[in-house]
């Protein structure tokens, strides 16, 4: 097919914009608050983040805007002055943030740039009570029992993580499921919500910033937050860079608000394994879907369904009051599922599938789930280009 030399020109151009990384730019921002609602403006954009603030004497700085506007930052290569106030110690932390990404070489982050109009010292005041991030999938919940039994009082549910909003069918029977898990943890259940996703923040690296940031903006007047890790730290080696990871957990939160990172000592085997056996009544409200984010439950039959029902097979458990369809795992397995595309997603279904295959007994289904992983780590090499000093040595070198 011929392409006429004008309209060639012009597609070789949009070709070439889309490639181009977004020319650094100086942009303002400001915080208008108004009850329960507070509005982040940037630049000629913004988003907010709604719900109560609890605790006694509610801070006055704006730290908790710090993490959604790093997001931005990194995401869009902007420099950002924020006209608000922020404590030291915070600020320091997001600038340790901004070295870690920066010296990871992820690709689409660019350098952290934000600076605001004044820091202060935090002020000398305990306040008691802490809250966690719970989402009622198998991590919040599994360390949500330990953080139950060290202090903290309530739970945050966020509306616009993996929900666009508060009022979509799916976060309400989310919320419903995870009502029933924070009521058996003894933790008060609260709500906020943010937009700041529509601004389409790099949501695999920056969605603990989300947190951080609905944390400190909910536990105002608490004395620490906490969210729960994916992965061991030896799983974190294996699927990096992913944003919730334990290096750049230990730079979120201040010492007047510490956040803290609970659950990093088991995998998920381990952890389904706990949970059923200290907190057995939770289960059946844990969702752990993502087939249609319209219905609540675990449909039994996608990706992340078989997975976890796997996990409840390396602990020797039946699943199936927990699953709502029975399908062959074997065959699911070897013939079905979605093979992963991309290089980070191969990573992080190898991680999981390692997990299984090391705590599941003898038999078929471990077979099945071996040729699985021969599959994957064969797609993986594809992926990658390794250097010269990773290649296998030559087979021809006899010892
Ligand atoms: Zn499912």
């Not at 329960?36 to 509610?58: A, C, L, P």
């Not at 088991?266 to 752990?288: D, L, Q, T």
Request: with cysteine.
């Amino acid at each position: 097919m011929n392409i006429p030399r004008k309209i060639y020109r012009k597609l070789r151009k949009i070709i070439n914009n889309r490639n181009k990384p977004p020319q650094r730019q100086s942009i303002r921002s400001s915080i208008k608050s108004n009850k329960e609602i507070v509005t982040i403006q940037v630049g000629n954009r913004e988003f907010s983040i709604k719900g109560k603030r609890y605790g006694s004497e509610i801070r006055e700085n704006s730290d908790y805007a710090l993490y959604g506007l790093a997001a931005l930052s990194m995401t869009y290569n902007l420099d950002i002055h924020l006209d608000g106030v922020v404590t030291n110690d915070t600020y320091i932390r997001i600038s340790k943030l901004g070295e870690l990404w920066q010296s990871w070489n992820a690709p689409g982050v660019f350098p952290l740039g934000i600076t605001v109009s004044e820091i202060i010292k935090p002020e000398n005041v305990e306040r008691p009570g802490g809250i966690f991030c719970l989402s009622g999938g198998v991590d919040s919940s599994y360390a949500g029992i330990g953080a139950a039994e060290d202090g903290y009082t309530h739970a945050l549910l966020i509306a616009g993580a993996d929900y666009s909003s508060k009022e979509s069918i799916g976060f309400q029977q989310l919320k419903d499921r995870v009502s029933n898990i924070s009521r058996y943890l003894n933790l008060e259940l609260v709500i906020a919500e943010t937009d700041i996703r529509s601004l389409r923040i790099h949501w695999g690296y920056f969605h603990t910033l989300l947190l951080a940031m609905c944390l400190s903006y909910s536990g105002s007047g608490l004395g620490f937050g906490g969210f729960s890790a994916d992965n061991t730290i030896a799983q974190d080696y294996e699927r990096h860079p992913w944003g919730n990871n334990h290096a750049v957990a230990a730079v979120l939160g201040s010492k007047d608000f510490p956040i803290n990172y609970r659950g990093g000592d088991r995998n998920r085997s381990e952890k389904v394994g706990y949970i059923y056996k200290y907190m057995k009544e939770v289960v059946p409200y844990i969702s752990v879907c993502n087939k249609d984010k319209n219905i609540g439950g675990n449909c039994g039959t996608c990706r992340k369904c078989v997975r976890t029902k796997l996990n409840f097979m390396a602990n020797g458990i039946d699943y199936t009051p927990f699953f709502e369809k029975e399908i062959n795992i074997i065959d699911f397995l070897e013939r079905r599922i979605e093979i992963p595309e991309r290089v980070n997603d191969i990573r992080a279904e190898l991680m999981r599938q390692y997990d299984i295959y090391f705590s599941i007994q003898d038999g078929d289904v471990k077979v099945a789930v071996c040729k699985y992983i021969v599959k994957l780590e064969r797609l993986l090499r594809k992926r990658i280009k390794y250097d010269n000093n990773y290649n296998y040595r030559s087979l021809l070198t006899t010892f």
